[in-house]
């Protein structure tokens, strides 16, 4: 979902809360509040987060690559009526010519299909696509008793969640660190300054942070958890952040914290999308992400 985000997603945070609009164009002036840059100078596990979580995607704005087939699809089918109709004379003809252009015409239409095939075998309708509800606001807020790098992983992740899933609103709790991004449902009494106070207490209301089987709603239910989410959610995902053993430690798996994920679509994670969001999420167990390290 490229219009709910930033171009750059590593940036050097110096204010609570950042009313950022997402889709920020290229600008040579140079805001007081923040300053987006890329960390040259990484550590090879900073480097490892960031890098190893990518899902390839063309970069083209408004482009859904998971129609990609159906385009490529198109395209090749006109390639070979074209060349039938204009390339070649009738009168010289072959059937191995004919059989040819009937199998290639067969995998175009095949290609066409695929991402409905997708859609169907995930249990998602075809007609389903993820919009941004009416009331919500756009919010992006982050804990500042963190390292900077430790900012930069958690903005990093709330940006791969957000570009490469349906999702609409991420929220990332990890060893008392918070980061909330997306368009949220914010109450009237919760003012800009104090809306990680107001997450934090639906969190321990709700009782989030002793989780730790992965939660999934694909369909709206009467979960506690809906009264923390936007207004018109229709799937959620929950993945907790376990704490991961170092080797030769006689040391118990425990709970760094949780990934909650939201969407305005039904059934909008499929088991790819739990597998990669899991594999996300463990790269935060067992990092230190206190201002002491």
């Not at 909008?268 to 594999?279: C, H, P, S, T, V």
């Amino acid at each position: 979902m490229s219009n709910l985000l930033c171009s750059n997603p590593l940036i050097q945070f110096k204010m609570k809360i950042i009313p950022a609009q997402f889709p920020a164009k290229k600008s040579t002036m140079k805001p007081a509040s923040i300053s987006s840059r890329l960390q040259n100078s990484q550590t090879p596990s900073n480097q490892q987060l960031n890098l190893s979580v990518l899902r390839f995607t063309l970069g083209i704005p408004g482009l859904d690559e998971s129609y990609l087939p159906r385009w490529i699809g198109y395209g090749f089918a006109s390639l070979l009526i074209l060349n039938h109709f204009v390339g070649s004379d009738s009168a010289t003809t072959t059937p191995a010519q004919l059989r040819t252009e009937a199998i290639g015409l067969s995998l175009a239409a095949f290609s066409v299909l695929i991402p409905y095939l997708g859609k169907f075998l995930k249990g998602a309708s075809a007609t389903d696509k993820a919009t941004i509800p009416e009331g919500t606001e756009q919010i992006f807020v982050m804990s500042q008793n963190i390292l900077d790098t430790k900012k930069e992983d958690l903005a990093w992740a709330t940006y791969i969640l957000l570009r490469n899933t349906n999702t609409i609103a991420v929220l990332i709790s990890v060893q008392g660190a918070l980061c909330a991004r997306g368009y949220w449902n914010i109450p009237e009494e919760a003012s800009r300054k104090n809306l990680l106070e107001w997450f934090e207490r639906q969190i321990e209301r709700i009782g989030l942070k002793n989780l730790k089987d992965t939660l999934y709603f694909p369909q709206n239910s009467d979960s506690v958890l809906w009264e923390l989410l936007p207004k018109g959610t229709r799937s959620l995902l929950v993945q907790p952040v376990l704490q991961v053993p170092k080797p030769g430690a006689n040391q118990m798996e425990g709970i760094e914290g949780f990934v909650l994920l939201a969407s305005s679509m039904g059934y909008a994670y499929g088991d790819r999308d739990k597998a990669w969001i899991g594999a996300l999420a463990n790269k935060f167990g067992g990092k230190s992400l206190s201002g002491q390290d």
